[in-house]
């Protein structure tokens, strides 16, 4: 062990302690007791921490002191608890906020992207028993001057091939605030409801004049736009019965 090694060994070195027994230290102190400086160095600082220790005690604590101490780190602690606690209250507000934006913007979403298929559900419910007619006529003209009169709808384009079939009435429809017209054929033996809708009023409907089949519960539904109206067709008849007589 050499001098510098022993100096950093017994500048912690407790006299009257455990540290007498310690082989550590014992080494140390033994090669103090060998080496004149080292020696002198030792003394002096055991001198220098026997000076300190009582000049501290002499200088008693103030009285409460130990107490204010106490007191302080405890509210230390709490203002650190309660910090914590309105960072995780102010995160918790900013998760529910993003969450109820989320939802809206979803909602939003699927509102203004499917207010068309909305429609057209709620069409087939309505329609899954047949509905009191304003109008009974076996008469396409009729209907048309009903549609015209009633809906101011003058420029309804019915598919070629459904003019060939009477008609069985028509009557006002009411979606959202929505005014639709329905006008009901029956077409060999099947009734096949022809809805119009204003595109102004729905306007997410097809974009294309190409018949869109689709299966919605039991009916089968058709959908396409011509100009500023839309025009659904539902029937419990099969898709190919339709294709055929549209």
């Not at 459904?162 to 060999?188: K, N, S, Y």
Request: aromatic share 8%; proline share 5%; with cysteine.
């Amino acid at each position: 062990m050499s001098r510098d090694q022993a100096k950093e060994i017994l500048s912690a070195f407790r006299p009257g302690t455990e540290d007498e027994r310690d082989p550590v230290f014992v080494e140390a102190l033994q090669l103090a007791a060998q080496d004149g400086e080292l020696s002198a160095w030792l003394a002096e600082r055991q001198a220098f921490d026997s000076a300190f220790k009582r000049r501290l005690s002499a200088s008693p604590l103030p009285e409460g002191l130990l107490e204010q101490i106490r007191i302080g780190a405890t509210l230390r602690q709490t203002k650190a608890r309660q910090r914590r606690r309105r960072l995780l209250a102010l995160a918790a507000c900013l998760v529910l906020l993003l969450t109820l934006a989320g939802l809206c913007l979803y909602q939003w979403n699927l509102t203004e992207t499917t207010q068309f298929s909305a429609c057209r559900s709620d069409m087939v419910d309505f329609l899954q028993h047949f509905p009191k007619l304003d109008l009974e006529t076996a008469n396409l003209a009729q209907a048309r001057q009903w549609l015209a009169d009633t809906r101011h709808l003058q420029q309804v384009q019915f598919p070629t091939g459904l003019q060939r079939f009477p008609t069985i009435g028509c009557r006002t429809l009411e979606w959202h605030g929505h005014g639709l017209a329905l006008v009901c054929f029956m077409v060999d033996g099947e009734v096949v409801h022809f809805i119009v809708i204003p595109r102004s009023r729905i306007p997410d409907g097809p974009p294309t004049s190409e018949p869109q089949f689709a299966r919605v519960g039991r009916e089968t539904t058709v959908a396409w736009s011509r100009g500023d109206l839309t025009y659904m067709v539902l029937s419990k008849a099969s898709e190919g019965f339709l294709r055929k007589r549209l």
